[in-house]
Antibody
Framework: QVQLVESGGGVAQPGRSLRLSCTAS????????MHWVRQAPGKGLEWMAV????????YYLDSVKGRFTISRDTSKNTVYLQMNSLRVDDTAVYYC??????????????????WGQGTLVTVSS | DIVMTQSPLSLPVTPGEPASISCRSS???????????LDWYLQKPGQSPQLLIY???NRASGVPDRFSGSGSGTDFTLKITRVEAEDVGVYYC????????FGQGTKMEI
């Protein structure tokens, strides 16, 4: 059974750092790309970052480039999100999600197929 | 980043009646290969988002045929021919042409 469990959330002051973890079970996470997606209170989903299955590629939302870093430790089946220089508007529930690849007419497409339960990050002075 | 705009943001529906959600992107999502890189997800209350439509108009496995996606370029629509009670939740369009961007979400409720 596929399971993703996020941890590491909490309260941080503006300008400080937090590292989130997403531990996978029920599948080999090194075979899948992994995303971080967040949801601010009362708001919709916002994609943050993705790391390719082999770590070869990483992409970020423009507003977090240079502040957030996605990484993975395949030996621990875990993906991380290092968040530095936190801002009040980073307050949100952070979810990790697995990326699956489908094929349509021979063309690959990527979609989110499994999500964790989320971890709450509150940035406040 | 590509900006995705959904409307309406709130959609009261009646079971058995049709429903429609619009999604517009700030840039064309039509790839030179001919596919529109636009997906639709439904997040039911208390659940994770589930894929409904991929590449603009293709139903994901197990999705009822009352759901359909259409559009091309910058304008897309999700239609439900006859709403059922289990369809309530928040619907998101997502562009996948340049990384990923979600729309604001449309809350459908009966």
């Amino acid at each position: 059974q596929v399971q993703l469990v996020e941890s590491g959330g909490g309260v941080a002051q503006p300008g400080r750092s937090l590292r989130l973890s997403c531990t996978a079970s029920g599948f080999t996470s090194s075979s899948y790309g992994m995303h971080w997606v967040r949801q601010a209170p009362g708001k919709g989903l916002e994609w943050m970052a993705v790391i390719w299955y082999d770590g070869s590629d990483k992409y970020y939302l423009d507003s977090v480039k240079g502040r957030f870093t996605i990484s993975r430790d395949t030996s621990k089946n875990t993906v991380y999100l290092q968040m530095n220089s936190l801002r009040v508007d980073d307050t949100a529930v952070y979810y990790c999600a697995r990326m699956r690849t489908g094929y349509h007419s021979g063309w690959p497409y990527f979609y989110f197929d499994s999500w964790g339960q989320g971890t709450l990050v509150t940035v406040s002075s | 980043d590509i900006v995705m705009t959904q409307s309406p943001l709130s959609l009261p529906v009646t079971p058995g009646e049709p429903a429609s959600i619009s999604c517009r992107s700030s840039q064309s999502l039509l790839h030179t290969q001919g596919h529109n890189f636009l997906d639709w997800y439904l997040q039911k209350p208390g659940q994770s988002p589930q894929l409904l439509i991929y590449l603009g108009s293709n139903r994901a496995s197990g999705v009822p045929d009352r759901f359909s996606g259409s559009g091309s370029g910058t304008d897309f629509t999700l239609k439900i021919t006859r709403v059922e009670a289990e369809d309530v939740g928040v619907y998101y369009c997502v562009q996948t042409l340049q990384t990923w961007t979600f729309g604001q979400g449309t809350k459908m409720e009966i």
